[in-house]
């Protein structure tokens, strides 16, 4: 009888949507793979699975086309205060989120601080925002695997914006391009050192960039969009954006937000 | 070169409930406890249990510890292991630590606290009872 109950229940899930199921990995059946986007224990849980257990998900076709946003930038230039902007906007604009912060891990150790959560809103769960942070480590490979995995499982559950807040890396952005379909750049605005900026390789890297801290540093973030957009090739003058803003004024975040959406060549509803 | 541990799967909460700004204490654990190679997730000032209990939920941690250093423990403490009980988190160890009395530590055990760590604790104490509950 139970075996006919549990054939039961997979065939359910089979019959709407087909595409998804071709490309998971079956074994991945029998761990739980959690199907609604707002039981937040269970797809907490299965992250946990993935990171503990390296289960791999496997990348899947979507009926829609759901966007992953990467921020990177250095430390302390504002990663987690526009990310809270970011969501804000999506929010208002009645979509789904989940965001997955990164924060490093100890070389010597390997225990990490994740404490990126402490700049955004305390609100954001209770609203329906699903938010999870994980330790990174740039040598280690299955740690990467382990990010797409959790960016996966998102893409699976259908949120409508998916962000990824990177670690506070400037210089050499490593991989972030490959887990994400945009990757923003806030740049360091007291770095007035055009050697730095044209050495790094976030001009090949990121799709936009959003010079933050408009409101207190406005002649230094002035200078370095500037000095950003002198630095950019013809080919890359077309395909990205250097925008100017503030996220504690919420000034350009908005049209940071549009700017993400048509990249992706999605259409902006409102 | 990184060597894996056990520790290293292991997540930790730290939070502060309530008004209560006091947190040279939970730096130091913090810090301890990464540096053991645990991961530390740290909820910032002035959180309700409410707030702790959905950061435990999303976090899918592996215990929970709470710094008390504003006297209001049992209220704060109780309301936390309520709002626990009703997420189906009460399974996690829950540990405290602070200024607190030694008739206060009996009634919190009885609450359901696993632990309560008082003044004067050395930080490695604290790290041998987590490696006890968590990795054996």
Not at chain 1, 55 to 73: A, D, M, Q, V, Y
Request: charged share 25%.
């Amino acid at each position: 009888m139970s075996k006919f109950l549990n054939k039961s229940r997979v065939f359910q899930s089979f019959t709407p949507i087909l595409c998804k199921i071709e490309a998971l990995n079956p074994i991945n059946w029998k761990h739980g793979i959690p199907r609604d986007k707002t039981d937040f224990s269970s797809i907490a849980r299965f992250i946990s699975k993935i990171e503990n257990n390296n289960l791999k998900f496997t990348k899947i076709k979507n009926k829609h086309k759901i966007n992953i946003t990467s921020i990177t930038g250095a430390p302390g230039v504002g990663k987690s205060s526009v990310l809270n902007e970011l969501i804000n906007i999506s929010l208002n604009k009645g979509k789904s989120v989940a965001v997955l912060m990164l924060d490093p891990r100890s070389s010597i150790s390997g225990g990490s601080f994740l404490g990126d959560r402490l700049r955004l809103n305390l609100d954001y769960p209770a609203k329906g925002v699903f938010l999870r942070s994980a330790a990174f480590s740039q040598s280690n490979l299955e740690d990467s695997i382990k990010i797409k995995s959790i960016l996966n499982l998102f893409r699976y559950l259908e949120f409508e914006d998916i962000y990824l807040e990177a670690i506070g890396a400037d210089q050499n952005n490593l991989n972030f391009k490959k887990f994400a379909d945009v990757v923003v750049s806030i740049p360091n605005n007291l770095n007035e050192d055009w050697v730095q900026v044209l050495k790094s390789d976030n001009l090949d890297l990121a799709d936009i960039f959003f010079v933050n801290k408009n409101d207190i540093q406005s002649t230094e973030a002035a200078i370095q969009a500037v000095m950003l957009k002198n630095s950019l090739s013809p080919d890359q003058m077309t395909s990205k954006k250097v925008l100017l803003g503030s996220a504690r004024n919420k000034q350009g975040i908005l049209e940071l937000y549009d700017e993400i959406h048509n990249i992706t060549g999605e259409k902006n509803v409102n | 070169m990184l060597i894996e541990t056990k520790r290293n799967s292991k997540k930790i909460l730290l939070g502060k409930l309530g008004l209560d700004g006091h947190d040279r204490g939970i730096k130091i654990i913090i810090n301890y406890l990464r540096v053991s190679g645990y991961q530390v997730i740290y909820s910032g000032l002035h959180r309700s249990s409410r707030q702790i209990v959905d950061l435990a939920i999303q976090e899918d941690v592996d215990a929970i510890g709470i710094s008390i250093l504003s006297g209001s423990q049992m209220e704060h403490v109780s309301n936390l292991i309520e709002q626990m009980k009703s997420n189906d988190l009460d399974q996690i160890p829950l540990f405290i630590g602070g200024v607190i009395r030694s008739e206060e530590v009996i009634a919190l055990k009885n609450l359901g606290v696993l632990e309560v760590f008082g003044y004067g604790i050395p930080v490695k104490d604290i790290i041998e009872w987590i490696d006890n509950v968590l990795l054996n």
